[in-house]
């Protein structure tokens, strides 16, 4: 049951304070990680931690290899298309509509086997993940299209990825669902 605040105090002053974060359509920060378009709509940084969140457009074979974040859990919600997802060891479709929760600790990764671009949104809690692309992403370069990165890039974001304590994990028998060969 709720109750209306009293009027006096500086309590009731703190409900006035603006505190909410508003980002327009088109206002977040894009990078492009691996042939993906990522725009980040909260980093955490905005939401003292609370959450990150991205809007995400995976082009056909796009997606990133298998990873384990150790810090937070990450949500999806597909807006459009089909994502292949992988749960520790299974795989299964997520389409235009559906949420996938990956609690950490959890080797994940999404995928899109179709012909067409899919589009989602992707949140961390706490926020944090998205660092990974904010700071190891390419900066757009109008009229061109993002590129798949050869491996020895992805490999490069050793440092980074330790730093968002986020760990690579690829078994060798799994380089045909995971590693870069499936990247057109």
């Known amino acids: 049951m709720s109750s209306i605040p009293s009027t006096d105090g500086a309590e009731t002053a703190a409900y006035y304070r603006p505190r909410v974060l508003h980002v327009p359509a088109g206002k977040g920060v894009v990078k492009w990680m691996s042939g993906d378009v990522y725009e980040t709509m909260a980093p955490a940084e905005s939401t003292d931690g609370a959450v990150g969140l991205t809007v995400c457009w995976v082009p056909p074979g796009g997606g990133p290899i298998a990873h384990v974040h150790r810090a937070a859990d990450e949500s999806f919600y597909v807006i459009s298309g089909a994502l292949e997802f992988l749960n520790g060891d299974q795989i299964f479709v997520a389409n235009a509509g559906d949420f996938v929760f990956v609690p950490r600790g959890t080797r994940h990764r999404f995928r899109n086997r ?71």
Do not use: C, N, Y
Request: overall charge negative; glycine content about 16%; proline content about 14%.
């Open 114 to 184: 179709t012909g067409e671009q899919a589009h989602m949104v992707s949140f961390f809690t706490p926020g944090g993940g998205e660092g990974l692309w904010l700071e190891g992403g390419d900066d757009p370069v109008p009229g061109e299209k993002p590129e798949f990165w050869p491996p020895e890039r992805g490999l490069a974001l050793g440092p980074l990825l330790g730093r968002k304590e986020i760990d690579m994990v690829i078994l060798p028998e799994e380089a045909d669902i995971d590693g870069p060969a499936d990247k057109p």
